[in-house]
């Protein structure tokens, strides 16, 4: 070899280049995500496990079946998603299935999707996005599930017959184009029409003086016209004083309109008349008896009845009254106990059989049919050219409308038992929080929306009882095994019923109340919990937002079955809310680059977990997803995604040091076994070990947050400014097949592996990535070997080198300050000289070459002294090109001009 060569390159054992640490994380993500969703390693690792006498069941929450799928649930399939492979790895058997609640209105909201599997699809896809290791496109279940739905409505009849649930009949907005319930925070404009009722009876003569009773009118405004199909009353103001107004009409005849007082100029100057005069004022309770003549039907007769609620705001203190189509109609007919309520339109917003002139018509079309037939007969007295805000659909904008629909409740009653046994279960999840004793808002367990489980419930047109008997559940379930659960919800109670059915009042006409049940009604219809005769234990695990389980415990709380359910659970995992997003002014959250052009302001409305994956990676959401796992309330702020993907770099920078620099190791030929390394490589065993019992205790206790923060400190702290600093000369510098080099790549393989346990879970991508550097790296999923750690102590070892770190971490401060002050560039250019006390110099020049690697300085001089004291200055050797530390021996071997003593004889023996 050339005396004069100065390249030395190819003579070191430098890392190759592997796992780019600032490379796009879409990139990345997109080139992996087949290898990580093939179900393949699932399956095999379920296999590898099949001998196991353990098996891990997890139970959630049912996920509602939307466009979207939300932040909490998706959160919570994350979660899910840790658990299941921290279980395989383990060798458990492990089993879990998505429950997606639906109901059949969806399909008309998602134009974009033709079919409820389109949808479950698109969901399924975005959890598998996030990084799940099952492929839950063939085991997932849905309320619409044959078995699933007969079990559903079996759970209602038993609730229904043992009175653990009731009905209460309410008047509930809704929509009839998209079926939403929802209600818009913004208003819709509409107009008021004032209408002539022409009255037909005065018994009690208030109205004998005037001789044409037939030309006399009392005045109601409405703002739903087309409720006249099925008006019953006319509601009057109890304590309002109302006149008798007479005119001419434009024929010449007497007219009399009876007019609240307070409205009587304005009613006249609205309808452009302006020759009147008040003839009696009276008091609106002497008006409760007269009748009047419907406005669209001479034949139907009108009562007027008395209130006392104040209308005078809302309709001139007169107003018709259909009863269910709005509260306040409700209201004052329940006030006035005056019989049956009956809604006139279905769902779709069509007229029903009780409103026989206009039946099967939608209710838009029959107002304005309504409105010309009043202008007609002259009954239509005037349109307010000031419109009234009235409620609209949050979804679509619609005006929304009443309908009388039954609401479900848990009959709360008292029970010692059970209340004892919510308190063990809450105790069992760790949540401090007491159940009131009072009657909880989550008793009710239907809802008002579009979304839930739709059970057909049939009810007498004539006297409104509920047909809910063996029969009747019995055809139910017959039909659902026959046709299918959606063909189910769309049948006519005719179909439902096969005419074979008759009401106890006689009646043999029908309707079918669209009532829906919401999650918590679902959970009482599955098993949350199982028990498996095959396997020595079942490990019961319940994982649930805070939020659905507190209202799930609360409505269920006198439950008997659910509770049993419950008691069976060995853990659970309670997370916190996802907060609802909020619009932001301004530049959004997440985007790309593309989207924002040369705009400078945007709204942002939605900022959902999808919105990470796509910006950031799934490796990234999920750290994020662990590290807020703990907290009661979740926002979603890119600060904190960044801070994630800081510490996922700094991961990554870690594995990609311990990858490089064992791709030459051979297992087989080149492991060292542990009692054969060096102090070092002992004293980071027992690290590694004392990490992994840690570790092992968060996972079985679901404290990820903990498990997250322990890796991300050992990682930073103990590997990065410790052990990886210490062992580069080892590494780089040492011949390939040096015991030294073999025994810290050893160590390197055995922290791969303890890092991939317990890492891998939570970031699979990039162990995925990691795995396809390493030839005979198995899949994590199914390689035990390496799972178990022996317990080895190494006192007098990690004594050693706990004591070296120490003196580290003195010393470095006075290096940095040299590296500052521009003493010396690198480490390797520092003489270090410390002025310390006997005990610690004789320590140091014990161990004077391996303190020089922890600090990674060229020279150490120690001198005692009673005071402690450190001094940096260049050093005066010259530089190794090879080592490149600087010593007095550089050039004195005959071979090598530019290499130190320890350099030349390491070519020298190879």
């Known amino acids: 070899m050339d005396r004069n060569n100065k390249n030395f390159e190819k003579t070191l054992n430098l890392h190759k280049k592997v796992l780019n640490v600032y490379a796009s994380l879409e990139i990345r993500t997109g080139y992996f995500t087949n290898k990580l969703l093939t179900s393949d390693n699932?399956?095999?690792?379920?296999?590898?496990?099949?001998?196991?006498?353990?098996?891990?069941?997890?139970?959630?929450?049912?996920?509602?079946?939307?466009?979207?799928l939300s932040n909490n649930d998706l959160l919570g399939n994350i979660l899910k998603d840790i658990i299941i492979r921290y279980s395989l790895i383990t060798g458990q058997v492990t089993e879990t299935k998505l429950l997606f609640s639906y109901t059949n209105s969806i399909e008309n909201d998602n134009k974009e999707y033709k079919s409820m599997n389109d949808i479950i699809k698109k969901e399924i896809n975005t959890i598998n996005k996030s990084g799940s290791i099952i492929d839950f496109v063939k085991t997932y279940r849905t309320t619409v599930n044959i078995e699933f739905a007969k079990k559903m409505i079996d759970s209602f009849f038993e609730l229904y017959n043992t009175g653990k649930i009731y009905s209460e009949d309410m008047p509930t907005k809704c929509c009839t184009k998209c079926k939403n319930m929802k209600v818009s925070k913004n208003k819709i404009n509409v107009q008021n029409y004032h209408i002539l009722f022409r009255v037909e009876d005065d018994p009690d003569y208030i109205l004998a003086e005037y001789n044409n009773l037939r030309n006399t009118f009392l005045i109601a405004s409405t703002i739903r016209p087309w409720t006249l199909i099925g008006i019953s009353n006319l509601a009057i103001q109890n304590n309002e004083e109302y006149s008798i107004v007479e005119t001419k009409s434009s024929f010449g005849i007497t007219v009399h309109y009876i007019i609240a007082s307070k409205y009587v100029d304005d009613y006249m100057a609205n309808a452009l008349v302006f020759d009147y005069k008040v003839k009696k004022t009276l008091s609106g309770k002497m008006l409760q008896k007269i009748v009047c003549s419907s406005p669209i039907d001479y034949n139907k007769k009108i009562e007027c009845i008395t209130t006392n609620i104040d209308l005078s705001k809302i309709n001139t203190a007169t107003m018709t009254i259909t009863p269910a189509h709005s509260y306040l109609e409700y209201t004052i007919f329940k006030e006035n106990n005056l019989g049956q309520v009956r809604n006139y339109i279905d769902m779709d917003g069509k007229v029903n059989v009780f409103a026989y002139d206009y039946k099967f018509r939608n209710y838009k079309e029959v107002e304005l049919e309504i409105i010309e037939d009043l202008r007609k007969s002259d009954l239509l007295l005037f349109i307010d050219t000031d419109k009234i805000n009235m409620s609209k659909c949050a979804n679509c904008g619609s005006r929304l409308v009443y309908r009388y629909l039954s609401e479900w409740y848990i009959n709360e009653n008292n029970n010692?038992?059970?209340?004892?046994?919510?308190?063990?279960?809450?105790?069992?999840?760790?949540?401090?929080?007491?159940?009131?004793?009072?009657?909880?808002?989550?008793?009710?367990?239907?809802?008002?929306?579009?979304?839930?489980?739709?059970?057909?419930?049939?009810?007498?047109?004539?006297?409104?009882?509920k047909i809910i008997n063996d029969k009747v559940i019995n055809q139910y379930k017959e039909k659902i095994q026959k046709h299918?659960?959606?063909?189910?919800?769309?049948?006519?109670?005719?179909?439902?019923?096969?005419?074979?059915?008759?009401?106890?009042?006689?009646?043999?006409?029908?309707?079918?109340?669209?009532?829906?049940?919401?999650?918590?009604?679902?959970?009482?219809?599955?098993?949350?919990?199982?028990?498996?005769?095959?396997?020595?234990?079942?490990?019961?695990?319940?994982?649930?937002?805070?939020?659905?389980?507190?209202?799930?415990?609360?409505?269920?709380?006198?439950?008997?079955?659910f509770n049993e359910e419950m008691k069976k659970i060995d853990k659970f995992f309670i997370y916190g809310n996802i907060l609802k997003n909020k619009k932001i002014l301004g530049i959004p959250k997440f985007y790309l680059k593309e989207d924002i052009k040369d705009k400078e302001e945007f709204i942002v409305i939605n900022?959902?977990?999808?919105?990470?994956?796509?910006?950031?990676?799934?490796?990234?959401?999920?750290?994020?997803?662990?590290?807020?796992s703990k907290s009661k309330t979740i926002l979603i702020d890119e600060n904190n995604v960044k801070y994630e993907e800081r510490i996922y770099t700094n991961i990554r920078k870690t594995?990609?040091?311990?990858?490089?620099?064992?791709?030459?190791?051979?297992?087989?030929?080149?492991y060292i076994d542990i009692q054969s390394r060096t102090d070092l490589d002992k004293y980071i065993y027992v690290k590694i070990n004392s990490l992994h019992l840690e570790l092992i205790k968060c996972y079985n206790e679901f404290d990820f947050y903990k498990a997250y923060v322990l890796?991300?400190?050992?990682?930073?702290?103990?590997?990065?400014?410790?052990?990886?600093?210490?062992?580069?000369?080892?590494?780089?510098?040492?011949?390939?097949?040096?015991?030294?080099?073999?025994?810290?790549?050893?160590?390197?393989?055995?922290?791969?592996?303890?890092?991939?346990?317990?890492?891998?879970?939570?970031?699979?991508?990039?162990f995925i990535e990691c795995c396809s550097y390493l030839e005979n790296s198995k899949s994590l999923l199914v390689e035990r070997e390496n799972n178990h750690k022996e317990n080895f102590s190494f006192v007098q070892e990690y004594e050693k080198w706990d004591s070296i770190f120490k003196f580290k971490t003195k010393i470095n401060k006075y290096i940095t300050k040299a590296q500052n002050e521009k003493i010396i560039?690198?480490?390797?250019?520092?003489?270090?000289?410390?002025?310390?006390?006997?005990?610690?110099s004789d320590f140091v020049n014990q161990n004077i070459n391996d303190i020089l690697r922890a600090l990674n300085v060229s020279q150490l001089d120690i001198e005692v002294s009673d005071k402690f004291n450190v001094t940096v200055q260049k050093s005066d050797g010259q530089k190794c090109e090879r080592c490149h530390n600087y010593k007095n021996d550089v050039g004195r071997h005959v071979k090598y001009r530019y290499l130190c003593n320890d350099c030349a004889n390491i070519l020298e023996n190879n």
């Open 42 to 68: 699932y399956k095999e690792s379920l296999t590898k496990n099949s001998n196991s006498r353990y098996k891990t069941y997890i139970s959630e929450m049912p996920i509602e079946l939307d466009n979207k």
């Open 416 to 465: 010692e038992d059970i209340e004892k046994d919510i308190m063990e279960i809450l105790k069992k999840a760790s949540i401090k929080i007491n159940i009131p004793d009072k009657k909880s808002k989550y008793l009710k367990i239907s809802k008002n929306t579009n979304k839930g489980v739709n059970i057909p419930i049939i009810s007498c047109a004539i006297c409104n009882k």
């Open 484 to 561: 299918g659960v959606e063909k189910l919800y769309k049948m006519t109670p005719e179909e439902l019923l096969d005419g074979t059915i008759v009401c106890e009042c006689g009646g043999i006409f029908f309707f079918k109340n669209e009532n829906l049940f919401n999650e918590s009604f679902e959970i009482l219809s599955s098993d949350i919990a199982t028990v498996n005769t095959n396997y020595d234990k079942t490990y019961n695990i319940f994982i649930s937002n805070i939020d659905k389980f507190i209202k799930s415990l609360e409505i269920n709380r006198y439950y008997d079955k």
């Open 607 to 628: 900022i959902d977990i999808d919105d990470i994956i796509n910006k950031y990676g799934p490796d990234i959401l999920r750290l994020w997803a662990l590290h807020k």
């Open 655 to 670: 594995l990609s040091f311990i990858i490089s620099n064992i791709l030459d190791l051979d297992y087989d030929e080149n």
């Open 711 to 766: 890796i991300k400190d050992f990682c930073l702290e103990t590997l990065c400014e410790e052990y990886f600093n210490a062992i580069k000369y080892n590494l780089y510098i040492l011949d390939t097949n040096d015991s030294i080099r073999r025994s810290s790549q050893s160590t390197l393989y055995d922290l791969f592996n303890m890092l991939k346990i317990y890492l891998g879970p939570i970031i699979p991508y990039l």
């Open 825 to 840: 560039g690198d480490t390797l250019q520092a003489h270090v000289i410390v002025e310390c006390k006997k005990e610690l």
